[in-house]
């Protein structure tokens, strides 16, 4: 299954890489709402949970982006059906699905978090740094499981681009909790941790329940 | 095969809700603190557990669907949901009103079970759009249950993780629910909820019968088109 996986998820990366779809379209995405969050709030810098607030907002209304586009080439393409023919374990399709969603949300936040840093942010990024890493991580994880479980459902729906943020949103609403609580100390002058251990819990435990929850079922999706 | 006990059923639900209404109004002490506002208590979370119970419940039955493919038991989760949306519309309504009488807002988001009610309602609202655009109906089914299973299994997270998002405790009159309600309150606010669910359980089988009922005649009537079409 591991090759499987690993050999779909290379053809993504590579496509991606080819194409430049996706990321690309994502980071000037936040970039753009970071332009509209400063006229918007009429603020030249932000901190604390404000600061934190439009990080996080930002960053799950542009993973919509990138989970709208997971299975597009794949359905318009009839690359499924030719995944269905082959003799191999249907869980690896989401395993691949979900690296390489989470392979594209790392190199979005490589782009989009010094930006941010650039633009908006007040205090200095580098003091909370370690843990902000941390927390960008383990949020990744949890939104690549939700995002390919939720681009595979409304991958069959006639109104797929309505369907995913109507989806993904609600469900991302405790990673935004644990995620945008954990990092709002980090943005305030000084930036010491607080409460950490608590929401990274949060964050680990959000992770874990929805990768078991799509393994589960994701089979489902795909018989035909 | 749905219709089954349905009269009892009804007749017990009837009953029982006549009787909750009774003591609300007639047995239940008034609440020394809110006054006459608080009866509404009586309707507003016995709706919220029975529409929660719902939403876990349905998950449960598309489990039963998927593990057996027998999709009977999608119609079922998928009424399931459908009554639970129904009874949360009204658990959001009640529970702005009581809010206003109770806080001076119409909206507190300060109050971790309603934020959470809110944003489970919000997820769910979402299985019509997914459902009914999802023309094949095996298919429509396997993904509907998929989704069912999912957000039936969010219920809890989000509830979890809205509460931690509350830092300093707002006084809760839902917290005393549990042991320092007194009791007469206690009975009433139990007879409540055994009629709410009596109510979900009798109108979730008349719509499950209903459709059923629906589904056969339009299978009579095609049949009595193609006969006709043999004839002539």
Known sequence: ?224 | MFSKGLRPLAVAAVVTTLAAFALVFFYAPLDADQGFVQKIFYVHVPMAIVALGGFVAAGIMAIKHLRTGDSSWDLRSYVAIHLSIILGTGVLITGAIWAKASWGHWWVWDEPVLVSFLIVFLLYCVYYPLRFSIEDPERQARYSSVFAIAAGAFVPINFTAVRLAEAVTHPRVLSQTGGSLPGEMRLTFLVCILAMTLLFVTLWKLELTAKRTSAQLKRLRSRLELRAQAAG
């Open chain 1, 1 to 224: 299954m591991i090759r499987t996986a690993a050999a779909v998820l290379r053809k993504d990366l590579l496509i991606e890489w080819r194409t430049k779809e996706a990321v690309p379209a994502m980071a000037l995405f936040t970039v753009t709402v970071y332009v509209l969050f400063h006229f918007g709030l009429d603020r030249d810098s932000l901190d604390g949970e404000l600061a934190s607030g439009v990080l996080w907002v930002t960053l799950l209304l542009a993973a919509v982006i990138g989970v709208t586009r997971l299975f597009a080439a794949e359905r318009e393409q009839g690359g499924l059906d030719a995944f269905l023919l082959a003799p191999v374990d249907r869980t690896a399709m989401f395993v691949a699905k979900a690296a390489a969603l989470f392979v594209y949300l790392v190199a979005l936040e490589i782009v989009a978090v010094p930006a941010f840093a650039v633009l908006l942010l007040g205090p200095d990024l580098f003091d909370g740094l370690p843990e902000l890493v941390l927390i960008l991580l383990l949020a990744d994880v949890g939104l690549a499981a939700v995002g390919a479980l939720v681009s595979a459902l409304a991958a069959e729906s006639r109104a797929r681009e309505l369907i995913v943020p109507l989806l993904l949103l609600p469900l991302v609403v405790p990673l935004l909790i644990g995620a945008a609580s954990a990092t709002e100390p980090l943005f305030r002058a000084g930036g010491e941790p607080e409460d950490l251990g608590r929401y990274l819990a949060l964050l680990g435990g959000y992770d874990l329940v929805f990768l078991l929850i799509a393994l589960a079922v994701f089979d489902f999706l795909l018989d035909d």
